[in-house]
């Protein structure tokens, strides 16, 4: 007897909707209920508290600087990374001795467990052992004990967390652009350099606008990364110094777990995804236009 | 308007390889529309591509109105080139597709309007302007991209396989434009197209191509009747030359001149032709030229009618070729029909015959032909 192709569907689907459900929309309802509720670590009641922990954060200054800081990374982060991938696709797609060993070392950040290139790049950013440091004063650069405290002042803090993870997204955004000019014909590029058009020209106003579609992709992907991440931060300076690089997931992090207040922890992250489906949504938008066009 | 030189020009694309063009000698005249034709793996795309600078020759040398362009950027060396999918630059309108040459080259702006407006105008797409080259039909994009070739006035125009994604209503059409198009412009144009037909139609000269390697240079009506090669020989011409080989020496002609007797009979006497044939189906004689007839007997294996003429398919039974497959292409205003495995008395006059060395298939003079 032939067994219900709708019946088997549902069935084999189900593992997934389970896997769904269970560990991304449960935490998810979870984290919802929390944010309007004055739920804390160790206690077992529950109130609705209405709006009251999305006001009280927004008049926190440290979630104020934390949005800022996050707005800050994310876009610039963003920036480094668009710009560092289009050049590396450019420079990876012709055809050259060993250019698959190159290809698979650009994508080892990307491979390797972030924890593990942080703690790396901890060290090498270290106050004390930092290699940068010592290659500086080696040089005559700087003084010894003169060097710059790569994680230990506010700005360069900012910029060693921004640059740690751009380092972690440039391969992913690089395999995205890389398809995306694989996937131009070559004869366009061809008949913009019959038209008389150099490098520039044919990057800026052909090559690029025919990405565009892809290009929006990786930035959406990015922007979504980044913005709701916070291992390299995390590892990296914890929020510090004085909460100069606490973007908003670490700052969840340290008020909602190890801050025990899991109603204000649930009300930072969640505050953020308004704004990330709104991002998406324009994102997506631009992609089809530039597809459809 | 240039003069396109190539000479002794070889690439090789992975050394120890055979070269995909092998020591070519081309000049073009001024004005003059050269079709370089040739099967797929022939070079001609690789001689093209060299000429407009996208591909750089092993050696040899190109030269353009007399300068030698081998350094030279494709942007430099002033040629115009149309690519067989046309690379339109689909996200921006016609008029900015045919505008981009005028960008590029630093064309002031306040031209760009009446340069865009005379090319769209001399190919009839001023109506499709603001378009984007996805909402255009096949043959709109090939006008588009001519338009964007000529804007800025090349020296040469280089045409790769134009015609080729049109459907084969629209290529006649096509093909007819752009010859009234090149009439007008009268730019020494590159053609480059496997397809024998266009070749005739278009070129004022045919380059064959073969392996690299030129194997004929001459006007169509040259190539097509005085084939250098029995490589050129069954190149052109659909179906291919008859080929009959003997020891040392080859011996050709084409389907078309290979006819019922009573058609090429110059001497037969009046009531003979008119027992067998309608006096409606005669050509006069003279049009067929004097001398002397082979009669051959063709045995008829099978036959195609093609609504214009009909191709006969068969051997030659009482001639020293009796297995060789050979073919004749009869005019169908000749009423007669043919029945499978039928004999009928046909024959080729003396001067179509066309001799080929065996072994090198060179083109030799005329010589006695053992037929039995």
């Known amino acids: ?293 | 308007m240039a003069v396109v030189q190539i000479r002794n020009l070889t690439k090789v694309f992975k050394a120890g390889t055979l070269g995909a063009v092998n020591n070519i000698n081309l000049e073009t005249k001024e004005g003059e529309f050269l079709v370089l034709l040739g099967p797929s793996g022939s070079g001609k795309t690789t001689l093209l591509r060299m000429i407009a600078g996208l591909e750089a020759p092993t050696s040899g040398e190109i030269l353009i109105g007399g300068t030698v362009v081998n350094n030279l950027t494709p942007r430099e060396r002033g040629i115009a080139m149309v690519f067989q999918s046309y690379a339109l630059y689909p996200h921006l309108s016609v008029r900015e597709n045919i505008a981009f040459p005028l960008k590029a080259q630093k064309v002031p702006k306040e031209q760009h309007k009446p340069k865009v407006e005379w090319a769209a105008g001399l190919l009839g797409i001023e109506k499709l302007l603001d378009r984007k080259p996805r909402q255009l039909s096949g043959g709109e994009r090939q006008r588009v991209a001519l338009a964007r070739a000529i804007v800025r006035e090349p020296r040469v125009f280089l045409l790769d396989e134009p015609l080729s994604n049109l459907d084969a209503k629209l290529r006649t059409s096509a093909r007819e434009e752009l010859d009234e198009f090149h009439q007008r412009i009268k730019t020494t144009t590159i053609y480059v197209t496997h397809d024998q037909v266009e070749a005739m139609a278009l070129g004022d000269r045919i380059v064959v191509l073969h392996q690299g390697q030129v194997r004929q240079i001459g006007t169509p009506q040259e190539v097509y009747d005085d084939p250098a090669d029995t490589f050129v020989a069954t190149f052109l011409g659909s179906p291919p030359m008859n080929l009959l080989e003997t020891d040392d020496v080859i011996v050709g002609f084409r389907p078309e001149r290979f006819l019922p007797a009573g058609l090429i009979a110059p001497w037969a006497p009046i009531d003979e032709v008119t027992k067998t044939l309608k006096p409606e189906n005669l050509l006069p004689a003279d049009l067929l030229g004097s001398g002397n007839r082979i009669p051959l007997r063709l045995l008829v294996e099978h036959s195609e009618y093609l609504g214009s003429e009909r191709v006969l398919y068969g051997k030659l039974p009482e001639t020293r070729f009796r297995d060789k497959p050979v073919c004749a292409r009869v005019s169908s205003s000749v009423l007669e029909t043919y029945t499978p495995n039928t004999t009928y008395d046909f024959a080729v006059p003396e001067h179509e015959l066309k001799f080929f060395d065996a072994k090198t298939g060179k083109r030799i003079p005329p010589r006695p032909f053992p037929w039995q």
């Open chain 1, 1 to 293: 007897m032939a067994v219900d192709d709708r019946k088997v569907g549902v069935f084999m689907f189900l593992p997934a909707v389970a896997y769904i459900g269970l560990l991304i929309g449960a935490p998810l309802l979870l984290a919802v209920l929390y944010a309007f509720s004055d739920a804390r670590i160790g206690t077992m009641g529950f109130h609705f508290v209405g709006l009251e922990n999305f006001r009280s954060i927004l008049q926190s200054p440290s979630f104020r600087a934390a949005l800022r800081n996050s707005v800050v990374f994310t876009i610039s982060a963003q920036i480094i990374v668009i710009v560092a991938s289009s050049i590396l696709s450019i420079a990876l797609e012709p055809a050259f001795h060993g250019r698959w060993f190159v290809r698979l070392l650009i994508l080892l950040p990307w491979v390797a467990p972030i924890s593990l290139g942080a703690i790396g790049w901890k060290w090498i950013l270290d106050s004390i052992y930092s290699v940068i440091t010592w290659v500086l004063v080696w040089a005559h650069i700087f003084k010894p004990y003169g060097a710059p405290m790569w994680l230990g002042e506010p700005t360069l803090a900012m910029a060693s967390v921004v640059l740690v993870h751009s380092w972690r997204l440039i391969p992913f955004s690089t395999v995205i652009m890389l398809a995306g000019r694989t996937s131009i014909p070559k004869e366009i590029p061809e008949a913009a350099a019959i038209d008389g058009a150099g490098f520039w020209r044919t990057e800026f106003l052909i090559n690029i606008p025919m990405m565009m579609p892809i290009i929006s992709v990786a930035v959406l992907f990015g922007t979504i990364f980044t913005f709701t991440d916070m291992t390299v931060v995390y590892i990296l300076t914890a929020g510090g110094p004085f909460d100069s690089t606490q973007v908003l997931p670490s700052l969840a992090f340290a008020t909602g777990i190890q801050g025990s207040d899991l109603a204000a922890g649930a009300a930072i992250s969640l505050f953020l995804v308004p704004v990330l489906i709104l991002i998406a949504y324009f994102m997506l938008r631009a992609a089809h236009r530039a597809e459809v066009a």
